[in-house]
């Protein structure tokens, strides 16, 4: 079983940048961020393979949002810069401990997922 926190949400004006964190408390293989806005689906964000040499961050994002992972600490991290109130969501870590072949921005990839942490960005 495969513990995973997030942290690091909050409330953001416009403009504004946050760094959400996720640490997995144990063997992972990639991980990933997902957000779900109210009313709405959950949405891919972005992905780090277990070395951090391959990451890939939702194309509408790639501009403002940037990934990254400390293999030492197993912990992942998310640079949001330029928040928009668009944004606002609860944000979710993911992890993988397989691979079954699911694509990294599909949800059915990760085993392990987070509570969650809430962004808020004011207009």
């Known amino acids: 079983q495969v513990q995973v926190v997030e942290s690091g949400g909050g409330m953001v004006q416009a403009g504004g940048s946050l760094r959400l964190s996720c640490t997995a408390s144990?063997?992972?293989?990639?991980m990933a961020w997902f957000r779900q806005a109210p009313g709405r689906q959950r949405q891919f964000v972005a992905f780090?393979?277990?070395?951090?040499?391959?990451?890939n961050v939702a194309a509408f994002l790639k501009d403002r949002f940037s990934i990254s992972r400390d293999t030492a600490k197993n912990t992942m991290y998310l640079q949001m810069n330029k928040l928009e109130p668009e944004d606002t969501a609860v944000y979710y870590c993911?992890?993988?401990?397989?691979?079954?072949?699911?694509?990294?921005?599909?949800?059915?990839?990760?085993?392990?997922w987070g509570r969650g942490t809430q962004v808020t960005v004011s207009s």
């Open positions: 780090v393979s277990r070395s951090g040499g391959t990451s």
């Open positions: 993911a992890t993988e401990v397989n691979n079954n072949g699911a694509r990294y921005d599909n949800a059915l990839r990760y085993n392990y």
């Open positions: 144990g063997y992972t293989l990639g």
